[in-house]
Antibody, heavy 117, light 107 residues
Framework: QVQLRESGPGLVQPSETLSLTCTVS????????VNWVRQPPGKCLEWMGV???????AYNSLLKSRLSISRDTSKSQVFLKMNSLQTEDTAIYFC???????????WGQGVMVTVSS | DIQMTQSPASLSASLGETVSIECLAS??????LAWYQQKPGKSPQLLIY???SLQDGVPSRFSGSGSGTQYSLKINSLESEDAATYFC?????????FGAGTKLELK
C-alpha cells in the first residue's frame, strides 16, 4: 500500500529555514520520483520541485535559489529545505509520488506551515 | 511556464446530473494532463491521467477528453460523494502547472 506522510514544524519565523520530511512506504525511492507541491490559503497549487529515482533533482525556477530537495533511501525519506522564509510561504506543503509520466498518483495528507513572528 | 486556465471556478448541480469542467493550456500539452479530486482536509486523488485514462479504482462515471490545448473532465450521474474541488495538472513541460480549481457543490 503506497503511502506518503509529511512532517515538520507548523510555525516558522520569517527569514528562517523550513525543513520538511516526507516518509514513504509501499514503494522504493530509487524507482519513483517524489515531488513537493504547496498550496497557499485560497490560492492555486504550486509545484516546487522533484527528486527523481536516480537522485537527480529539478526545481521551480521561482524557488530554485532558496530550495533544496534531498533523500535518504535507507530510511525511505525525502527532505525539503527552503531558506529565507517570508509570510508568502505560508501554505500547505504536500509530497506526491510521480507516475513517471502524466501526473502524480499518490499524495501525502499535507502539512500546514505558517510563517509568522 | 504553461498557464492552465480552468473553468468554471464553481459549479452547482443536482444528484444524477452530468457536469463538465474545462482546462485550457497556453500551449499544446500533448495530452499530458491529469485530473484530481480534492475534499476539504484531504489530499488530492488522481482521477484521470494522459487526458483520458481512468486511474485504477476510480468510478467509470468520471471521464476525460481533449487534445492540444483543450481538455475536459466529465462526471456523469452525480452522486453526493462527488462534492469536492477538481483541478487539472499539466506536466508536458517543466515546471508542472495546475489549474485554479473548480468547486463542485451538490444541490
Amino acid at each position: 500500500q503506497v503511502q506518503l506522510r509529511e512532517s515538520g514544524p507548523g510555525l516558522v519565523q520569517p527569514s528562517e529555514t523550513l525543513s520538511l520530511t516526507c516518509t514513504v512506504s509501499g514503494f522504493s525511492l530509487t524507482s519513483y520520483g517524489v515531488n513537493w507541491v504547496r498550496q497557499p490559503p485560497g490560492k492555486c497549487l504550486e509545484w516546487m520541485g522533484v527528486i527523481w529515482g536516480d537522485g537527480s533533482t529539478a526545481y521551480n525556477s521561482l524557488l530554485k535559489s532558496r530550495l533544496s530537495i534531498s533523500r535518504d533511501t535507507s530510511k525511505s525519506q525525502v527532505f525539503l529545505k527552503m531558506n529565507s522564509l517570508q509570510t508568502e510561504d505560508t501554505a500547505i506543503y504536500f509530497c506526491a509520488r510521480d507516475r513517471g509520466s502524466s501526473g502524480f498518483d499518490y499524495w501525502g495528507q499535507g502539512v500546514m506551515v505558517t510563517v509568522s513572528s | 511556464d504553461i498557464q492552465m486556465t480552468q473553468s468554471p471556478a464553481s459549479l452547482s448541480a443536482s444528484l444524477g446530473e452530468t457536469v463538465s469542467i474545462e482546462c485550457l493550456a497556453s500551449e499544446d500539452i500533448y495530452n499530458n494532463l491529469a485530473w484530481y479530486q480534492q475534499k476539504p482536509g484531504k489530499s488530492p486523488q488522481l482521477l484521470i491521467y494522459y487526458a483520458s485514462s481512468l486511474q485504477d479504482g476510480v468510478p467509470s462515471r468520471f471521464s476525460g477528453s481533449g487534445s492540444g490545448t483543450q481538455y475536459s473532465l466529465k462526471i456523469n450521474s452525480l452522486e453526493s460523494e462527488d462534492a469536492a474541488t477538481y483541478f487539472c495538472l499539466q506536466d508536458s513541460e517543466y515546471p508542472p502547472t495546475f489549474g485554479a480549481g473548480t468547486k463542485l457543490e451538490l444541490k
